[in-house]
């Protein structure tokens, strides 16, 4: 079983919709969470950290259950330009140092 | 500010040769690392520093060396390429904090060195 998982999709939406995709991570002892975008040949981007009370930037919303081990996204009102691959990103203290594993992604298109 | 720059952009290699992929960034953090992005497989952490002078294996380390003399540059080398190292590369690069400051906050990303091994 991978450490952190992700439905890689590819999720294909009307524009306006809303969409969520969930991220499901192993380690019970991960520490801090994100969504990172990342664009078609291009590097990742942080969207948004994932904070245990969860947070709202916009149309985004993240939220983490700790209990469940999962992170989530939340797109309200999604535009054309949302159209990516969104990377959630598990963070924890391995034997020597951090770990940090990347989800592979989930796959997003918005239609007209 | 540049942020985290590495050259080249794309490269070509023989089975065997050697060569070093340049990373540098500009924004004086601590924590540097490496990641190939193969299809499907998601980024994959290759080595990391969590300052000059210290480096640590990442998940997929074999093949590759680095070393990190100065806060600002981290290269990653290649020792004898094989076609199993086609991929993309990201370096990436963060200030620390949380869990005791050992753990990196929001990471930022090259533009990536695009390798070819045939």
């Known amino acids: 079983r991978k450490e952190v998982e992700q439905d890689p999709g590819p999720f294909n939406v009307p524009e306006g919709a809303t969409v969520a995709f969930n991220c499901t991570y192993s380690?019970?002892?991960?520490?801090?969470f994100f969504w990172y975008r990342q664009d078609c040949r291009k590097e990742p981007k942080l969207l948004m950290s994932?904070?245990?009370s969860g947070n709202e930037d916009g149309r985004f919303t993240a939220q983490l259950n700790r209990a469940s081990q999962y992170i989530s996204l939340l797109i309200r009102d999604s535009k054309l330009s949302d159209s990516a691959t969104y990377l959630c990103?598990?963070?924890?203290?391995?034997?020597?140092?951090?770990?940090?594993?990347f989800g592979s992604g989930t796959r997003l298109s918005i239609r007209p | 500010n540049a942020g985290v720059t590495q050259t080249p952009k794309f490269q070509v290699l023989k089975t065997g040769q050697s060569m070093t992929l340049l990373c540098a960034q500009d924004?004086?953090?601590?924590?540097m690392s490496w990641y190939r992005q193969d299809p499907g497989m998601g980024l994959r952490l290759i080595h990391y520093?969590?300052?000059?002078?210290?480096?640590d294996q990442g998940e997929v380390p074999n093949g590759y060396n680095v070393s990190r003399s100065t806060t600002e540059d981290f290269p990653l080398r290649l020792l004898s390429a094989a076609p199993s190292q086609t991929s993309v590369y990201f370096c990436?690069?963060?200030?620390?904090?949380?869990?005791?400051?050992?753990?990196?906050?929001?990471?930022?990303f090259g533009p990536g060195t695009r390798l070819t091994v045939t």
């Open positions: 990436a690069s963060s200030r620390t904090g949380l869990a005791g400051g050992v753990l990196p906050v929001e990471q930022y």
């Open positions: 380690n019970s002892a991960s520490q801090s």
């Open positions: 994932v904070y245990s």
């Open positions: 990103v598990v963070n924890s203290i391995g034997r020597s140092a951090s770990k940090i594993i």
């Open positions: 924004m004086n953090h601590e924590y």
């Open positions: 520093s969590v300052g000059a002078g210290i480096t």
